[in-house]
């Protein structure tokens, strides 16, 4: 079941900054006083918008750039229908909005001014589809669960709940009993447990996941090891050899961990100068075999597996030398600017329901080693995730609902939304103690980021000044909607389960007594 | 180290002498020796300036960390106190966010659970710092502001009373004022009958010297969880305030972590957190019997409290030898105990009792692997608890007598946000905790269900509030010489 994580980012014209604001706002109050059934904010939205599952709208300042409008968008299936959905409902507002943003340059500028001319009442969609942002990774913490189904799988765990507590004697059976007992009951409130779901990952997803990584790790080696190819099939093998030797000799003199050796290891990885001493002898193991097979066996293609040994060894060497020479020079701040009364409007919107929100936008560190690495670093990550991450659980945290990375400004600036269970707080310190590593990678580019070794080490591991760093990049949405007040990514997955145990016709002892366990 | 040692202020590890005369005594000891005590909250005048602290000096001293003494003192300020005080905005900014706002500044009452009526005494707390806030949000006022505490404790109550004369005395000279008295007991029982301040955490670090048989699994913290200046469990230095240097007001207080130009007030000190937790034991001991009775099967009142507190009453754990591990039959101490290998679906001892929600030590993991990390990490999420009990002890538990009595509850650390708010937010309070839905901790969070596995399935009884806010504040519990430092303002 496809999931679509999106965003559209539009520069906004700073004089009408208050008054985009003001419009968002004013989408979020009438959805704030508008209810229908109970108790439920957002009904319109709700209702209006099935296939929405977390939606931010936010006006994002900075020093350095006009302030931008970002629209971030999780939802079921493809943009077109959720496009159309969402139009539907708020179109007088969207286009309100839009002309509080400035006249885009390039393809958009037709669609633009043919949405936001005067009474104009041509379609937004397109507007938005083309404008749209694609993240550079993402995370689904419910992969493959829409929200329709869901929403079902509530009702039905509540009305298991029910029966538990209103019927002491099921309390005197088997779990099979008592499963069976609940069956049957269900059956006839919903019938739908007698159709089959869709997989949560298809078979298409699943071959086009591995496809994405196997072919991004072939890419990844092919990169490294065509220059020693390339200077092999012209040059005598002694060259591609001379050039990674002195190339891994350059890296050597450089790394600074010679100075400071003492950095831990990670994930049972052994410790960063280990690992380069390790890929050191790789580059010389290559130049040998490249040298010895050309001059003594006169193997050809062995030398020349050799000379791309030995390159993709030397590369590497290099590149880590390199950025270890731009992390030991590179400014951290470590008092960011931070701006009290954003802060305290940010503290005013979160813990308010089950998931909180948060939106940062950083500069990026020049230099264009940094530029491949990032966007190659986001790029590989989110392969990585696609296959590990299905289960809810990123490391050992099973918080997040929907997060992405995406670059704005022309690649400029890294843009970080997260729906996460949970306070901020916590948020933030799941990371720095269970998964700092993943994290420092994605945002140790990031400007005035706390000093970070090698990418991933060190970096968030620094709690304080991380968490005064991620506050002050951040902004407090004008408009933040989930559509899930009260439920976490376990909750919606522990639902699954019961579900499940429920579709079955009947459980044998140990696995109805499993199953009675998620009750 | 082991020369360096002082006498013993507490069995597992103490403050090692270079500290010991700076720090507080109530970092390194609760002060069990001394049963009877009382919590002064002070209101300073307009102006007060740092000169009721000599009037205060004169007559009792506040205890350092160097062994045992009777009587025992210890002091604490609050951010609106220090205002008072005439501490520049500069130094005030230094502390952290949550000192600066208080524990009444309306988003954390909201996320401390506080805005909730049915857990705060009718009428709403009592007091609190009522802290200045200049970013529009007033916090919530409390009809008694507390500007101070100053925590007194005796052998017995003939010694206390002269103790709180003395101190009254030369504080209503100065024009200080208690505004509010909290007279409080040891406490090996808490007033619902269960074994208290069983489960500790054991500091580690330079400044500390550790006992014998400290080397625990689960409880050891680096003592910048607790004091000021040393390196806390991020690995970073536990941050406190700093103080600008004036040329022509020389200072005492040392450099310590502070950068040039300044002088280091937090050091040795640490940030005390204190609660009044009003607790009716009747209707608590009624309700769990009721309760109890509607689950059937002749499951008692006791049977159904030791799940919600989640130890037994005496103070052992839940965990009995049907769910042990096989390599868990080895001897260990009441409190060295994991849940992962021996009750990860708490069939012994609930997930959502109050003792595996306040520290869920490996319960969370989700293999094994994991579980050893995830002890490192929620031990980065450890208070010092020092509360005592305050309210006589009822004649008998289940009679209403009309009595307040209740927890005075204490904690120390020094990242407040990252320990105290955290245990009580995303652990205590939070409703999806540990795979539950719609849950809170069911000893002092509001009403609610509380699921109790079982066999063939849970059991789900209501449970009603019976712990209520009735004040409570964050305050700076400085080092001796920052005392010195704040008596010349
Ligand atoms: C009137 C309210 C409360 C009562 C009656 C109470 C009672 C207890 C009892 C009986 C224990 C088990 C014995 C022990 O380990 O010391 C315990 C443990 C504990 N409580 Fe409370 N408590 C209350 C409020 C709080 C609050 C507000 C917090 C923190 C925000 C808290 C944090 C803890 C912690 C951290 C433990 C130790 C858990 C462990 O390490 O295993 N308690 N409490």
């Known amino acids: 079941m496809r999931q679509t994580v999106l965003s559209v980012v539009l520069e906004v014209q700073p004089a009408s900054a208050s008054r985009l604001r003001e419009i968002i706002r004013g989408i979020r109050k009438a959805e704030e006083t508008v209810k229908t059934d109970a108790d439920w904010y957002y009904d319109r939205l709700r209702h209006g918008v099935p296939l929405l599952q977390f939606m931010s709208m936010t006006v994002c300042e900075d020093a350095q750039f006009d302030p931008v409008l970002v629209i971030e968008c999780n939802f079921d299936g493809a943009p077109g229908p959720f496009w159309a959905q969402l139009e539907n409902l708020y179109s007088k507002e969207l286009r309100d909005m839009l002309r509080c943003c400035q006249r885009p340059r390039g393809k958009l500028q037709a669609l633009f001014d043919h949405v936001t001319a005067p009474e104009s009442r041509a379609a937004i969609a397109p507007f938005l589809e083309a404008a749209t942002i694609w993240p550079a990774v993402f995370h689904i913490g419910n992969r493959g669960l829409p929200r329709e189904r869901s929403e079902r799988e509530t009702a039905l765990f509540d009305y298991c709940q029910k029966r538990l507590d209103d019927e002491p004697a099921l309390r005197s059976r088997t779990a099979t009993e008592v499963h069976a007992a609940l069956r049957t009951g269900a059956l006839a409130q919903f019938p739908w447990l007698n159709k089959p779901e869709q997989p949560q990952v298809s078979t298409a997803e699943n071959i086009a996941d591995w496809a994405n990584l196997i072919g991004f790790l072939v890419l990844a080696v092919a990169v490294l090891t065509v220059p020693g190819l390339l200077l092999r099939s012209t040059f005598p093998s002694w060259l591609p050899a001379l050039l990674g030797i002195l190339g891994t000799v350059w890296a050597g003199f450089h790394l600074n961990w010679m100075k400071d050796p003492a950095l831990p290891g990670l994930m049972g990885l052994p410790n960063p100068p280990v690992i380069i001493f390790g890929i050191g002898g790789v580059a010389l193991f290559g130049a040998v075999v490249s040298v010895g097979a050309d001059r003594f066996l006169h193997w050809s293609c062995v030398s020349t597996v050799g000379a791309m040994i030995c390159s993709a060894g030397a590369l590497l060497a290099v590149i880590l030398a390199w950025i270890d020479v731009l992390e030991t020079a590179d400014p951290s701040q470590t008092a960011p600017p931070l701006n009290e009364q954003k802060i305290r409007d940010q503290i005013a919107s979160e813990d308010r329901i089950t998931q909180n929100h948060m939106i940062s936008i950083v500069h990026l560190k020049p230099g264009v080693l940094r530029a491949i690495l990032i966007r190659a670093g986001l790029w590989g990550l989110g392969y990585f995730l696609r296959l590990q991450a299905r289960d809810g659980y990123l490391a050992s945290m099973r918080t997040i609902h929907f997060a992405h990375w995406a670059f704005v400004s022309n690649g400029s600036r890294l843009m970080f939304h997260s729906n996460f269970d949970g306070t901020w707080e916590s948020y933030l310190d799941d990371f720095i103690e269970k998964a700092h590593a993943g994290l420092t990678l994605a945002w140790s580019s990031g400007v005035g980021f706390p000093p970070a070794r090698f990418l991933a080490f060190e970096g968030a591991t620094h709690g304080l000044a991380f968490k005064n760093w991620a506050r002050h990049s951040m902004t407090a949405s004008q408009f933040w909607f989930s559509a899930y007040r009260d439920l976490t990514v376990n909750q919606i997955e522990r639902q699954v389960l019961v579900a499940d145990g429920l579709r079955t016709p009947t459980l044998p002892e140990v696995k109805a007594a499993d199953w009675a366990r998620r009750l | ?489």
Not at chain 2, 138 to 149: G, I, R
Not at chain 2, 378 to 402: E, M, T, Y
């Open chain 2, 1 to 489: 180290m082991s020369e360096t040692e002082v006498p013993r202020v507490s069995d597992r590890w103490k403050v090692a002498k270079e500290y010991a005369a700076d720090v507080q005594g109530l970092i390194a000891s609760p002060f069990a020796d001394l049963p009877e005590a009382a919590s002064l909250f002070l209101s300073l005048p307009e102006n007060a300036g740092g000169s009721w602290l000599h009037a205060l000096r004169q007559v009792i001293a506040v205890t350092p960390a160097l062994g045992l003494t009777d009587p025992s003192i210890a002091l604490a300020f609050t951010c609106s106190g220090l205002r008072q005080m005439g501490m520049d905005e500069a130094a005030l900014g230094s502390f952290s966010r949550e000192f600066r706002e208080g524990m009444h500044q309306i988003d954390r009452s909201r996320r401390l659970g506080d805005d909730d009526k049915t857990t705060s005494i009718p009428g709403g707390p009592v007091w609190g710092g009522n802290t200045f806030d200049p970013y529009g949000k007033q916090a919530t006022k409390t009809p008694v502001t507390v500007h101070a505490v100053l925590l007194l404790y005796a052998k017995d109550i003939s010694s206390l009373n002269g103790l709180i004369a003395k101190a009254e005395h030369a504080l209503s000279e100065a024009g200080v004022i208690v505004s509010h008295r909290v007279d409080i007991q040891v406490t090996e029982r808490e007033h619902f009958g269960f074994a208290d301040g069983v489960s500790q955490p054991i500091l580690y670090g330079p400044a500390i010297v550790s006992g014998p048989g400290t080397e625990s699994k689960w409880h050891r913290i680096p003592a910048g969880e607790v004091i000021i200046g040393q390196t806390n469990a991020h690995g970073d230095l536990a941050a406190g305030p700093i103080v600008a240097e004036v040329p022509e007001k020389p200072t005492m207080l040392g450099v310590g972590n502070a950068p040039p130009g300044y002088r280091d007030l937090g050091r040795n000190g640490s940030y005390l957190v204190i609660r009044e937790l009003q607790q009716d034991v009747a209707g608590f001991w009624n309700h769990m019997d009721t309760e109890a009775a509607a689950l059937g099967g002749g499951l008692t009142g006791e049977w159904l409290a030791e799940r919600v507190v989640g130890r037994k009453i005496d103070g052992t754990g839940l965990l009995p030898e049907t769910v042990l591990h096989p390599d868990s039959s080895v001897a260990r101490t009441v409190n060295e105990f994991g849940y992962f290998n021996e009750d990860k679906d708490g069939l012994s001892c609930p997930l959502g009792s109050h003792v595996r929600r306040s520290n869920p030590r490996d319960g969370l993991a989700r293999t094994q692997d994991e579980a050893h990390a995830l002890v490192h990490s929620v031990n980065s999420h450890r208070i010092l608890r020092c509360g005592r009990k305050f309210g006589p002890p009822p004649a008998d538990p289940r009679q209403q007598d009309g009595v307040a009595r209740g927890l005075l509850f204490m904690c120390l650390n020094t990242d407040i946000a990252r320990q105290f708010e955290f245990v009580q937010e995303t652990w205590l309070l939070n409703p999806g905790f540990a795979t539950q839905a719609d849950e809170v901790d069911p000893l002092m969070g509001p009403k609610g269900r509380m699921s109790i596995p079982a066999c063939p399935f849970r059991h789900r009884p209501k449970i009603e509030t019976f712990v209520k806010f009735a004040g409570g504040e964050y305050f700076f519990l400085p080092s001796l010489s920052a005392i010195d430092y704040l008596a010349t303002l």
